[in-house]
């Protein structure tokens, strides 16, 4: 039997004219699959990429987006027996999370301890979880580091820079000027990406140890030059620079390529790498559990940017780049009344 399920479609890609909310029929769970209540769902630079077709290895429209979420477990299929009907779990969905209800296999599902802010927790599937993943465990981040990010009020660069402040680095990084003050707040020092000062400002007092980088394209040509003399890594991720600011998009595998060979020059004290994160990845599920924890001891807390509600979707990609706030963006499907 079928159910009524309203969820956010991309028809077909382009600007955000091509996004809207529709009602449709959702099937039960197959077997191996869960079907959840959606109570939040992420969203972030990649529902950006999607939209406008670009992000590596995509679906075709119609799709429907979503990246990651918070929900209950509304329905069990076929040899699913891990959660029972209520349950509160995570998944990173890459798609489909954007809607009242959603399949998706078992296996994948991560348990969510109860009385969390469900609204904060959502951020740490995808946001926070990959944060944690290049902070502990590509960059080892110590105290003393002279570290580096850009997007320091987005999501993933706020939490970075949580996660090397409370391992004792130093933090720098690029953000947009209206938000200095908050990260300033948080214990960075805040450059503005365009006027370039930061290049400059880093290299007088030795280079960082790490740079963070989602930009991809020339802006990871800039980061490997602010690179300690003595040996620095820099940590490429996303690539989105062109579908987050409305610029004409260019496929980012060849700078990706051409990041990564950096690596090849053994008389080069630096080095690069690329981070991704997969739910496939044996790393993926103790990073979120790791991060779910933090949260729950209080030793981080989530900003939340915007909240938007399940209908208001099309106008969050309208007004993307606009406004103030560090932080994550969620949407909240549905109250939580369990």
């Not at 990246?67 to 995570?90: D, F």
């Not at 949580?162 to 953000?175: D, P, R, W, Y």
């Not at 400002?201 to 989602?214: L, S």
């Amino acid at each position: 039997m079928t159910t009524t399920n309203r969820k956010i479609v991309i028809s077909s890609f382009g600007d955000a004219s091509q996004v809207s909310m529709v009602t449709a029929k959702i099937s039960p769970p197959a077997p191996n699959e869960v079907q959840i209540k959606v109570l939040y769902a992420g969203m972030g630079g990649a529902d950006i990429a999607m939209r406008v077709g670009v992000y590596p290895m995509q679906k075709k429209a119609p799709l429907t987006p979503g990246y990651s979420l918070i929900g209950r477990v509304h329905q069990n299929g076929a040899n699913c027996s891990k959660y029972q009907a209520g349950s509160l779990v995570a998944c990173l969905t890459v798609y489909d999370a954007q809607a009242e209800l959603c399949n998706q296999p078992e296996k994948y599902l991560i348990p969510v301890p109860e009385g969390l802010d469900v609204q904060q927790a959502v951020a740490m599937v995808l946001d926070w979880s990959t944060a944690y993943g290049m902070a502990f465990r590509t960059a080892k981040i110590s105290k003393g580091q002279r570290v580096f990010i850009h997007g320091l009020s987005g999501s993933v660069g706020y939490a970075l820079l949580t996660f090397c402040k409370l391992q004792g680095a130093e933090v720098f990084g690029t953000a947009s000027e209206h938000n200095h003050a908050a990260v300033r707040k948080a214990g960075a020092t805040p450059f503005v990406y365009t006027n370039k000062n930061w290049m400059m400002a880093v290299n007088t007092i030795g280079g960082a140890h790490f740079v963070f980088d989602p930009l991809s394209f020339e802006s990871w040509d800039e980061s490997w030059n602010i690179l300690a003399p003595e040996g620095g890594r820099l940590v490429g991720y996303g690539g989105n620079f062109d579908s987050l600011n409305g610029r004409k998009t260019r496929n980012p595998v060849l700078y990706i390529a051409k990041l990564l060979a950096n690596n090849m020059n053994p008389f080069c004290p630096n080095k690069t790498n690329f981070f991704y994160i997969s739910r496939d990845q044996v790393t993926f599920e103790p990073e979120v559990r790791a991060c779910l924890d933090m949260l729950k001891t209080g030793e981080v807390t989530v900003p939340i940017r915007k909240v938007w509600a399940l209908d208001e979707v099309p106008e969050a990609h309208r007004t993307w780049n606009k406004g103030t706030g560090v932080g994550a963006v969620v949407i909240r499907v549905a109250d939580d009344d369990h």
